[in-house]
Every structure is written in C-alpha cells, then in structure tokens.
C-alpha cells in the first residue's frame, strides 16, 4: 500500500469517528464527553443549556469530519496544497469554535420570566 492510501485510510477511519462522535452530541447522548461536565457541580450545571452545547459542538465535529473527508480525497489525488489547505481550515474551526463557545455566555440559560 503506498503513503497516499495509506494517509488516506488514517483520514477516512479518524472522519468516521469525528462523525460518530459528533452525531452522539447533536442526539444529546454523549454529554459526558464534554469537558468538565462531570466534575461540574449540579448548580453550576443549571446554569448552562446543555443541549444547545451540544448541539454545537456535535455540528462542529461533523465539520471536522466533512473537512478530514477533503483531507482525505486530496490525499489520494496527492494535492499537497489542498491537504495543507485542509489542515488550515481545521484549525481555524478550532480556533473559531473554542473562541465562540467562550465568549457572551451564548450557552448560559436565560431565564424564562
């Protein structure tokens, strides 16, 4: 098997897990996953929408996936600009993501009065 496929495969089997695992989000299965969540007092958990934390974080990882699915066609066509490519995006969405989720409480609960 040459480096190509076989770059391609590592791309193909880590896409399947970011989608698995982010489905699991979206579906509200997998909040244990989340970081911090279980040590969270209960309080403090109250104070945040759990399901719309989810929600997106789940998006987000399908968006991981959809961007390693690229990294993995470019692989085997050998487009090193696109795989580098790839890999730029991937981290500007963790960049995004980490910044957006941390920033004006977006994922507080509002009270509903």
Known sequence: MNDALCMAVIYLFTALLFFFIGILF???????????????????????????????????????????????????????WGIALTWLCFVVLIVWMLIYQNTANRFRRRDKK
């Open 26 to 80: 979206c579906k509200q299965k997998a909040g244990f996953l989340l970081a911090g969540w279980n040590t969270m007092p209960r309080r403090e958990k109250e104070k945040w929408d759990e399901k719309r934390l989810l929600q997106f974080n789940g998006r987000c990882l399908i968006g991981m996936g959809v961007l390693l699915l690229i990294g993995a066609l470019c692989s085997i066509l050998q487009w090193t």
